[in-house]
């Protein structure tokens, strides 16, 4: 009885906890604090502290409210009014609380925020794996999946209750209306295999503010993802006028300058999928993120041109984030916007600044695809 106290105490402190982490999502989407909290398969994540209502008793024989001597209706002194000023206390004030969240929990919270769908992979990429898991108790069962310890104790309930239990030869030997067995639940997992391929401008336009941007935004476009696919691979391409594939850590800290020449990203991103990722076996998500600015001399025309005969007929969806810079005109945008307007799998998002993170990740991911 204790413990399903207990255990109901636990679920409810956690019902609070998702709760407040929910009410402020946009908030941590938008600024990134959690972005560096980030361990194996958990997030840190600050909540404002959480008080549970209880109940706390004075030093004995003091009295109180209710207590001594008095009339019906006598109003209890509360003491001189004071003005509100005087020196500071030295007693604690409000705390932050540190709670670990699993990444799929947190993807589950992102996708009831932003009403996201689940992703529905393509064509034989759409198999699904059934994983069972043990994870109640039934009346009922092979012998090999019996419980021993709540067979045992049913066996020690029923000994108890009709008192046939004796303290001085305890021995407990169960029935079969005793016997408790393990039983499973079968879940769906993804089994299908996706890639990732994130692009970004690091021309001298781009400065650290934008690039932070993309940050934010990747790491919760993967939580989300990795959420939806068994087996996920990410590949980073940097480019200004000339492109290449680089780390993680390369991607987001990189410092650059000159010219920018987009075409010179699609292209190696073409190349990549062309030779590591079978049509017919990978689910493929580029995402490309600049300031909108390209070469004048026909680079655009060039960039819409493998769109349009490469890269789009291999993705599920090629999605372009378009990140406003002081030195930005935003042109690419435009031309991909004049191009593609009723292609279902191109997706472009403007993203003026943090406070656009969760409606850009909303028109990246809320087709489903």
């Not at 604090?33 to 997030?43: A, C, H, I, P, S």
């Not at 789009?312 to 031309?335: A, E, H, I, M, W």
Request: aromatic share 8%; charged share 30%.
């Amino acid at each position: 009885m204790q413990i399903s106290r207990i255990d109901r105490d636990l679920g409810r402190f956690r019902d609070i906890v998702r709760g407040k982490i929910k009410e402020n999502l946009r908030k941590y989407i938008s600024h990134g604090e959690m972005v560096g909290r980030q361990g194996k398969d958990l997030v840190s994540i600050p909540v404002p502290s959480i008080d549970v209502p209880h109940f706390k008793f004075g030093a004995k024989e003091q009295g109180g409210v209710g207590m001594g001597e008095g009339e019906d209706g006598q109003p209890v002194d509360a003491g001189e009014e004071g003005d509100g000023q005087g020196e500071a206390g030295d007693a604690a004030g409000d705390h932050i609380l540190e709670v670990e969240v699993t990444l799929e929990e947190l993807a589950a919270l992102m996708g009831e925020e932003l009403e996201l769908p689940r992703i529905e992979p393509r064509g034989r990429r759409s198999v699904e794996s059934y994983r069972d898991k043990y994870s109640g108790i039934s009346n009922v069962g092979p012998p090999g999946l019996r419980h021993f310890k709540r067979t045992y104790r049913e066996a020690l309930k029923r000994q108890l209750v009709t008192g046939t239990y004796d303290e001085r030869d305890p021995v407990i030997i169960p029935i079969k209306r005793d016997m408790r067995f393990k039983s499973w639940t079968r879940t769906e997992e993804p089994a299908s295999n996706a890639v990732v391929l994130y692009m970004m401008d690091v021309s001298g336009s781009m400065g650290d503010e934008q690039k932070e941007i993309v940050r934010i935004e990747a790491f919760w476009i993967d939580t989300w993802l990795r959420s939806q696919y068994k087996n996920l691979e990410f590949h980073f391409i940097i480019h200004d006028a000339v492109a290449r594939e680089v780390d993680r850590h390369t991607f987001f800290h990189t410092r650059e300058s000159g010219g920018t020449k987009i075409s010179s990203a699609y292209r190696l991103c073409a190349e990549l999928l062309e030779e590591n990722y079978p049509v017919a076996e990978w689910n493929v998500y580029p995402f490309h993120f600049s300031d909108g600015d390209n070469w004048g001399g026909g680079d655009t025309d060039i960039c819409l041109d493998l769109l349009q005969n490469q890269l789009l007929p291999r993705v599920n969806q090629f999605c372009y984030g378009q990140v406003t810079s002081t030195y930005g005109s935003g042109q690419f945008k435009r031309d991909l916007d004049g191009r593609f307007e009723d292609e279902e799998a191109m997706v472009t998002s403007q993203i003026d600044g943090k406070s656009d993170i969760p409606d850009s990740i909303k028109d990246f991911l809320s087709k489903g695809r």
